[in-house]
């Protein structure tokens, strides 16, 4: 009977051996697990460091790169307009006025005197003339603007 039971004790003894030295040989291959870990951890905050690095200068070079296109498209839109501006002074032949006499000629023909009293017709093409102008303006043969100029015929132009 007492060797039944150092016979069941060297058995119990044997077996957590064996559990032993079977956690041993998976707790070193769990630490070169961590090992290996540990160093692709290292090597994926690096990439993601360069990735935010990258990333920042790509949105710096793209938010230019708008910047330049906006002020392409700004200067574009002026030169249109500047044109559409000019075909139209030059289709209502829309010359400055050459002084010499002392008085300035205005388009429809109103003398633009110096001290003038009344209310000086603008041209039709002009936005800050309210319609009522623009309509008196355009319609009108020869209304006198004040009691101290001379006024002449309107001619329009149908060009």
């Known amino acids: 009977a007492n060797k039944d039971k150092i016979t069941k004790v060297q058995r119990d ?11 041993l040989q998976r707790m070193t ?4 697990n961590l090992d290996a870990l ?3 951890a290292g090597r994926m905050a ?17 938010c ?24 139209i002074c030059m289709s209502n032949d829309c010359s400055l006025p050459s002084g010499g006499d002392g008085e300035d000629k205005g388009e429809e023909g109103v003398s633009i005197a110096s001290g003038s009293q009344g ?3 603008l041209p039709p093409w ?11 303006t355009m319609t009108a043969t020869s209304t006198p603007v004040a009691s101290n100029t001379t006024t002449f015929p309107t001619t329009t132009n149908t060009s």
């Open 64 to 87: 230019w790169q708008n910047c330049k296109l906006r002020a392409i498209m700004i200067i574009l839109c002026l030169v249109v307009l500047g044109v559409i501006v000019l075909s």
């Open 13 to 23: 003894v044997d077996e957590t051996t064996g559990i032993m030295a079977t956690n």
């Open 126 to 136: 002009t936005t800050t003339a309210s319609p009522m102008a623009i309509a008196t």
């Open 29 to 32: 291959e769990n630490l070169a």
């Open 38 to 40: 540990e160093i692709e």
């Open 119 to 121: 209310p000086v017709p």
């Open 46 to 62: 690096e990439e993601s460091n360069m990735f935010k690095k990258s990333s920042r200068e790509l949105k710096r070079v793209y």
